[in-house]
T-cell receptor, first 114, second 112 residues
Framework: KAGVTQTPRYLIKTRGQQVTLSCSPI?????VSWYQQTPGQGLQFLFE???????NKGNFPGRFSGRQFSNSRSEMNVSTLELGDSALYLC?????????????FGPGTRLTVL | GENVEQHPSTLSVQEGDSAVIKCTYS??????FPWYKQELGKGPQLIID?????GEKKDQRIAVTLNKTAKHFSLHITETQPEDSAVYFC???????????FGGGTRLMVKP
């Protein structure tokens, strides 16, 4: 089975712009979660989508949003970019939602905000 | 919310030695404890996980132990090899969904 794919792998934007990142989960997986990874804050949960519905949301401002499509692919959007949004954005795929379910990560999208 | 502390932050061992990384968590209701390995330029890779109904799980050179009473779990790597060099993260699932709360990471360096 192919793993989790994320596009693009690298992105450079300027402050004030917006960005959309894409994630394709492992075939058959229906849950997609997004995480932000920075040297200072480590790995932090953004949100989880299951069956096109947001199930959980982390402690991030409303500039961060996401959605999931009927084929389980997911996108996340960051509007009005700030320098502090520079990070590695990771997508994780699970066969279902729940507390004891394995999550498999993609390679991430490296976002640099100038 | 959940809090996960991971120690040490860096660990240097000689090839062939063992490495142990420890994590403590705060939510006694947590039931799932995965470990991830992240190599440079890659996403975290799930290497082993444990659920609260067992105290230990092994997979070749890797083992995880769980003490639910004390709320801590550990990763044990035996016969370390240079390719084990990476950053390792422990995590806990908190609340009803799939939200992983991660420890701060341990940079493991295996010297040949």
């Amino acid at each position: 089975k192919a793993g989790v794919t994320q596009t693009p792998r690298y992105l450079i934007k300027t402050r004030g712009q917006q960005v959309t990142l894409s994630c394709s989960p492992i075939s058959g997986h229906r849950s997609v979660s997004w995480y932000q990874q920075t040297p200072g804050q480590g790995l932090q949960f953004l949100f989880e989508y299951f069956s096109e519905t947001q199930r959980n949301k982390g402690n991030f401002p409303g500039r961060f949003s996401g959605r999931q499509f009927s084929n389980s692919r997911s996108e996340m959007n960051v509007s009005t970019l700030e320098l502090g949004d520079s990070a590695l954005y990771l997508c994780a795929s699970s066969p279902r939602t729940g507390r004891e379910v394995e999550q498999f990560f993609g390679p991430g999208t490296r976002l640099t905000v100038l | 919310g959940e809090n996960v502390e991971q120690h040490p932050s860096t660990l240097s061992v000689q090839e062939g030695d063992s490495a142990v990384i420890k994590c403590t968590y705060s939510d006694s209701a947590s039931n799932y404890f995965p470990w991830y390995k992240q190599e440079l330029g890659k996403g975290p890779q799930l290497i082993i996980d444990i659920r609260s109904n067992v105290g230990e799980k092994k997979d070749q050179r890797i083992a995880v132990t769980l003490n639910k009473t004390a709320k801590h779990f550990s990763l044990h790597i035996t016969e370390t090899q240079p390719e084990d060099s990476a950053v390792y993260f422990c995590a806990v699932i908190y609340n009803a969904g799939n939200m992983l709360t991660f420890g701060g990471g341990t940079r493991l360096m295996v010297k040949p």
